[in-house]
């Protein structure tokens, strides 16, 4: 993950659980707990693990789970998140990239999921994080990547979309959507933020860059990386992927 993007998460910390509905989080749990039990998975990494929801609903089925983030202010909300759960994790800070130096044990799965890999806008970075996932799995190991489908974007061109809005029982009321810039080699998503308090308004603006990785490139470094026995879909319903109609591109992948 570069600085741009650590940067980004650590600022937005604080508004990211307001930003994604409970339904957003939950909706990938299903799909994954499928996947966990056809691969008698007993014990899970979630890197990049953002807030901690993912990881606190992996817990709560019975899962052994850690989890890390580059940002230390996500990390931060993640525990705060796990403790008010009523959940004991291990949440770390960490660089996808380097997983092996924060964990010495091996894990029966790996999940990335949140569009996190598009982070790395260099495709060495993208590979070295699947090899540093690939590293810390056990034998039979299996992973579980989801990125957005970022050509699709480009190819619609659709600049501006709402994420969510969220009102107070006092009224108060947050807005967030995006403004999409298209670059030759990236995608900047800028996301707007509107917060009225006690009727007085105010708008941020917070930027963040995405490598415009497709579904093949995909699939190809998760390959090179050692990553066997691919299954892509297009969403977290077993839907099967559509280069230009997909919003998602998720990969399983074993060791």
Not at 10 to 15: E, G, I, Q, T, V
Not at 102 to 114: A, E, I, L, N, Y
Not at 179 to 185: A, E, G, N
Request: charged fraction near 25%.
């Amino acid at each position: 993950m570069n600085n741009n993007s650590t940067q980004f998460y650590d600022a937005f910390a604080s508004k990211y659980d307001v930003m994604l509905s409970s339904e957003r989080y939950q909706r990938i749990i299903p799909f994954c707990k499928k996947i966990l039990e056809e691969n008698k998975v007993k014990s899970i990494l979630d890197c990049a693990c953002g807030t901690g929801k993912h990881a606190i609903a992996f817990s709560r089925l019975g899962f052994h789970v850690e989890g890390c983030d580059l940002s230390p202010e996500m990390v931060n909300c993640a525990k705060i998140n796990a403790a008010s759960s009523g959940v004991k994790l291990n949440f770390v800070q960490a660089d996808f990239k380097k997983l092996s130096e924060s964990f010495k044990r091996k894990f029966d799965c790996v999940v990335c999921v949140g569009n996190s890999l598009t982070h790395e806008l260099e495709e060495q970075g993208v590979l070295s994080a699947l090899k540093s996932m690939y590293y810390v799995l056990g034998e039979e190991g299996v992973v579980i990547v989801q990125i957005r489908n970022i050509p699709k974007l480009i190819r619609d061109k659709a600049r501006i979309f709402p994420v969510h809005h969220h009102k107070e029982p006092n009224g108060d009321l947050k807005l967030f959507f995006y403004v999409l810039d298209f670059y030759p080699s990236k995608v900047t998503f800028n996301v707007i933020s509107y917060i009225e308090k006690d009727g007085l308004p105010k708008f941020e603006v917070t930027s963040v860059d995405y490598n415009p990785l497709s579904e093949s490139k995909l699939a190809s470094l998760m390959m090179e990386a050692g990553f066997k026995n691919l299954r892509t879909y297009g969403n977290f319903e077993f839907a099967k992927f559509r280069d230009f109609e997909s919003e998602n591109i998720v990969i399983v992948g074993s060791k």
